[in-house]
């Protein structure tokens, strides 16, 4: 698993955003799904900024940071492949794909690949059971996935990036 | 009022009370692990649970309020297996290293286990194996003896308002930490050390190192600075191990700061001096004190036989009433000299003096009580958590339970600041104007303001940043409170215009009507822990002891009725008189107990040079000083830890010093000094024990009776309540009628409009203006020999804001010059949006590099009082590329 540096956060963004939410009782957790929306994660730098333009608790919005598992603390993948391995897509072989991702990109549940363009995130349930197994990519949903089918997603996602990438 | 029924005994209690509450008024002990007294129930230990006889249900009694009738069992056999229940669940994960763990013999926890019994568990158990967090150098977390109280975080939050520590992840895997995994960065005021139920938190300074049963307790008073906290200092073979503090005891009710809990290893360092030495062929050479004292008494017999004021002496404010007044009366009686000045004096008497001539007495007017009942409280220049830690505390209940206003008026930010309703910016120099515009505003009438009243409110107003709305609001506020009180503090009485400044807040306060009630008045902030108690005792040349007019014939008179001998004193004066009598060669011997005058001044003044002159100087202190390079004696003095006496808190309480440990080496008190030297010279003010001295003080000025706070709670061995009994004493603060009376006939004085204050020049040049405070961590100069306190802060930096340091590029702890035509100096930059613009911070207590020397050599004096005071200079500031 790769472990590659920390995004360096736009304090203007910080700062608009701190504006735009004021310093109110709850407004901590629409703070972070902001963040992370922005940066796929919530740096440490971030809450170092938020906390002295709103002055809440560094202490309290780490709390709130770890209490939620929609929040991560690490970077990750520019593509997050979030299979479900609920009671649905498990009893229809959730766990061949999740087995397949781990084979091809040598990654393990949690993790990112070292180009940081996958990360592997097994979940509980997308709520899309009727479409099992299924997994889900940023936004878009993908059903009755197989290892194969999977497999093809994954190239499918790799020359995406690739035309993305490239200069037009 | 409703009545209840605890255990079948009658109580009645107040409708909004807890059944717990009720439960201490029966006198039953309910016991709780995450119940506080000081803060808002939790309800989330489930171990305080009590049975309703009628409804047969369980419920946590510190969470649940009364009815009347209401029937309550706190043991029946049902809560007796809620209990058990509840901590076989709390054991589950808990490792059981009693053993090895610093809190068994003193844990709630293990207190708790013992009684229900809880030592098998019908559960599978699984001990939590987290590695401790040990990153702070003060507190070991460990997460695995944790019962999630929450107690610690609370007070950090609740009590403290610091918001170290936090809960961090859920469910079984949630741990208390700071956040993002980094090292705890906060007050180490230790409370949540002292409020956890288990070994969860530990003190990293003393783990391992002892047994809670095998250690002495003995209750004393901190001296460090004026709050006056009741703290255990306990000891093991007459070594220091620990010092705590009892939840509810004292004006502190159980919370210390990181100074007075963690600063004692000074004292039992090889450093301390422990014997006296006298200066032979240019070196000092220990001795013997059958030997030093005659040498030193003939040395001052010498001297003082040409003359009256030929000797004088300096007192430091951290020795006990009983010292204070040997000293003074060594002095007056003795060296037969009125030169006598105390640390007590360098700034605090610039407020001390006005309000002394106004109220006719330095029993504060308002206690900490008052602040809770104060709806504005103004503060003024001054900085309460680090200068008074508990008054800080205060303040901040105020405004967090009792929803107090408070304005803050100062130039920078400090921990509190945060929490003012309005933070009313003032450049530095403009505070005395401030207050003189501020008191003008409300006590002149529209017929008698004075002329110049405009112009000064517009040069506020322009010169100094002062923001006009905020300006108008806070008017508007104090004319319309009906209770209110301001705190002035270090900064506030440093300023060249303090006195002033103080007598323009004693008109406006008299002109509120903020006298006569409760919840009003004027606190202000001594700088070190018995600087009331050293004025009162007269170790100052304007006072004899009570107060009294040092010239007064009347006053002598009396005291020479009470000493049975003539006084026979000069003039007399302070620092400013010293110096300048042994310039002159008027002075001829200076002694000085536990004051170094050479901390005060700039090395670009002559101040060295001056203290050349002198024939005999002797210096009693702790420690080799810089004073002792030019000492002909240097004389070992016994700690606050050693003591016994009595010492005056910002609130007027007269509170014990009881010895922990025995004097170290052959150290003396400063009293037993004195009086060996005036037996020594046939004087008959004879050696007679601190307790003698103390019967003396209390019968000659009866209401100085020693008096503490009467607590409203006080916690058991589980955590239980119990009901404090209230103690008869004498009041601690200034009667509000005699004060009132006399603030009425100064308030003649005030009719006419008082001269303006001037706003202040401050010396040097360059841009920016360059601000010695006091840090949170030290006190003085003897901090920085305690090895505890100096992991907290270990040396000078440099607070700069944000902005300018944007500007100049210049980022965090890189080093920058600051200089003048006086000095230079390198300091690691901190950056913080807490102060303005153009104003660098900088701790004043570290001896390297020399700060003192940006300082101008002339001498700065401020207020009428000529009080010694280095508080602010002009610098440039470069960035060291």
């Known amino acids: 698993m790769s472990q590659t540096k920390h995004i360096e956060v736009d304090q203007d963004f910080i700062e608009n955003l701190c504006d735009e939410f004021g310093n109110r009782e709850g407004t901590v957790v629409q703070i972070l799904q902001r963040i992370q929306e922005k940066y796929g994660y919530v740096p440490a730098d971030a809450l170092d900024m938020i906390g002295e333009y709103l002055e809440i608790p560094k202490s309290k919005m780490y709390g709130v940071l770890t209490f939620y598992s929609q929040f991560y603390r690490e970077p990750r993948g520019k593509y997050v492949l979030k299979i479900c391995v609920g009671t649905a897509c498990h009893v229809r072989g959730a766990g061949l794909l999740v087995d397949k991702v781990k084979e091809e990109l040598k990654i393990e549940p949690g993790e990112n690949t070292e180009d940081m363009l996958f990360t592997l995130e097994p979940v509980s349930c997308l709520g899309s059971c009727a479409l099992a197994p299924m997994a889900m990519v940023t936004d878009t949903a993908y059903g009755k996935l197989s290892p194969d089918k999977m497999l093809g997603l994954i190239k499918d996602l790799e020359s995406e990036h690739l035309s993305a990438s490239e200069p037009a | 009022m409703v009545k209840v029924f605890v255990n079948g005994v009658e109580v009645e209690v107040d409708a909004t009370s807890t059944i717990l509450k009720a439960a201490e008024k029966a006198g039953v002990a309910i016991p709780t692990f995450c119940y506080h007294p000081r803060m808002d129930p939790a309800g989330s230990c489930r171990i305080c649970a009590v049975e309703l006889e009628d409804s047969k249900r369980v419920v946590m009694s510190c969470v649940t309020p009364v009815a009347e009738g209401m029937r309550i069992l706190t043991e029946s056999a049902k809560v007796a297996d809620a209990r058990k229940t509840n901590l076989e669940l709390l054991l589950l994960h808990h490792p059981l290293d009693c053993p090895v763990c610093d809190c068994g013999g003193e844990c709630p926890l ?52 610091v918001h170290a520590i936090g809960f961090i992840n859920r469910g079984f895997d949630t741990v208390i930490g700071p956040p993002l995994g980094k090292k705890l960065d906060c007050e180490f005021c230790g409370d949540c050390l002292e409020v956890c139920p288990t070994g969860a938190i530990t003190d990293k300074f003393v783990r391992y190192q002892y047994r809670p049963w095998q250690l002495e307790k003995t209750k004393t008073t901190c001296t460090y600075c004026a709050s006056g906290c009741q703290m255990n200092v306990e000891t093991e073979k007459e070594a220091i191990i620990r010092v705590t503090s009892s939840e509810g005891e004292g004006p502190n009710e159980g919370s210390i700061c990181a100074i007075g809990r963690f600063g004692f290893s000074h004292v039992q360092s090889t450093e301390r001096l422990d014997k006296p030495y006298a200066r032979s062929f240019s070196r000092l050479v220990p001795t013997e004190w059958d030997s030093v004292i005659p040498e030193i008494a003939e040395r001052i017999r010498k001297i003082a036989g040409t003359g009256p004021d030929r000797i004088a002496t300096l007192v430091s404010p951290r020795i006990t009433l009983e010292d204070a007044y040997l000293i003074q009366g060594f002095t007056r009686r003795v060296l037969r000299s009125n030169f006598i000045d105390s640390g007590a004096r360098y700034g605090f008497m610039n407020a001390a003096f006005p309000i002394a001539r106004a109220t006719g007495t330095l029993r504060p007017m308002v206690d900490h009580q008052d602040l809770l009942k104060a709806k504005v409280i103004l503060v003024i220049g001054a900085d309460p958590t680090a200068e008074s830690n508990i008054t800080g505390l205060f303040l901040k209940r105020a405004i967090r339970k009792e929803k107090a206003r408070m304005y803050y008026v100062g130039s920078e930010s400090v921990s509190i600041t945060a929490r003012a309703k309005e933070h009313i910016r003032v450049l530095p120099g403009g505070e005395g104007l401030f207050a003189w515009v501020l008191s003008e505003e409300i006590a002149g009438e529209e017929s008698s303001r004075h002329p110049e009243f405009l112009a000064k409110k517009e040069d506020l107003f322009k010169s100094f940043n002062v ?28 300023i060249q215009s303090a006195s002033d400044a103080m007598e323009s807040l004693l008109r406006m306060t008299n002109a509120l009507g903020w006298v006569e009630k409760e919840g009003c008045g004027i606190l202000p902030l001594p700088e070190v822990g018995n600087d009331l108690g050293v004025l009162m005792m007269g170790a100052t040349h304007e006072w004899l002891p009570g107060l009294l007019d040092s010239q007064d014939p009347e006053n002598k008179k009396k005291w020479e009725a009470t000493w049975g001998e003539p006084l026979s004193y000069g003039k007399g004066g302070g620092l400013k008189e010293i110096l300048e009598g042994i310039k002159s060669g008027a002075i001829k011997g200076l002694i000085s107990f536990g004051e170094n005058p050479l901390t005060h001044f700039s090395p670009n003044s002559e101040v060295r040079e001056i203290l050349s002159k002198l024939d005999l100087l002797v210096s009693v202190d702790l420690f080799q000083t810089s004073l002792s390079d030019q000492a002909h004696f240097l004389l070992p003095a016994a700690s606050s830890y050693e003591r016994s006496g009595h010492v005056v808190s910002v609130e007027g309480f007269v509170q014990a010093l009881n010895p922990a440990m025995t004097y170290w080496g052959e150290s003396l008190t400063d009293g037993e000094i004195v009086s060996r030297l005036a037996e020594c010279m046939g004087v008959p003010f004879a050696t007679r024990s601190t307790g003698e001295v103390s019967k003396e003080i209390f019968t000659l000025m009866p209401d100085l009776s020693p008096s503490t706070r009467n607590g409203d709670h006080f916690m058991g061995p589980t955590g239980n309540l119990i009901l404090p009994t209230i103690v008869n004493q004498p009041p601690h603060k200034a009667d509000r009628k005699t004060v009132m009376k006399r603030m009425a006939s100064r308030a003649e004085n005030w009719k006419s409009a008082i001269t303006p204050i001037q706003p202040e020049i401050i010396s040097g040049e360059g841009d920016f203006v360059f601000a010695l405070n006091k840090s949170l961590f030290h006190s003085g100069k003897m901090t920085l020999l305690d090895p505890s306190l100096m992991k907290m802060e270990s040396s000078a930096f440099v607070r700069i804001n944000r902005q300018t340091a944007k500007k100049l590029k210049i980022k965090k702890n890189e080093n920058v010059l600051i200089e003048n035509s006086y000095g230079s100096c390198i300091l690691p930059v901190e950056l913080t949006s807490g102060v303005t613009e153009n104003e660098l911070q900088v701790p004043y207590h570290f001896d390297s590099p020399d700060l003192m020397g940006l300082f101008p050599g002339e001498i700065n004096y401020s207020g009428t009082c000529s009080t010694v005071t280095m508080l602010r200079t002009r610098v440039t500031l470069k960035k060291i590329e």
Do not use: W
């Not at chain 2, 319309?480 to 009180?485: I, N, Q």
């Open chain 2, 110 to 161: 293990q207190n708790m286990s013992f009684a229900y019994g809880a030592s098998d568990s019908r559960f599978e158990s699984h001990r939590n194996d987290e590695v401790e967090d040990l990153k702070s150098d003060v507190l070991v977390f460990n997460s695995n003896r944790c019962i999630l109280c929450g107690k610690c975080v609370r007070i950090c939050d609740e009590v403290q308002d």
């Open chain 2, 467 to 494: 923001d006009p709305q905020a300006y108008t609001k806070l008017v508007q506020d104090l004319r319309e409170s009906p209770t209110g009180v301001i705190i002035t503090g270090r900064v506030f009485h440093r």
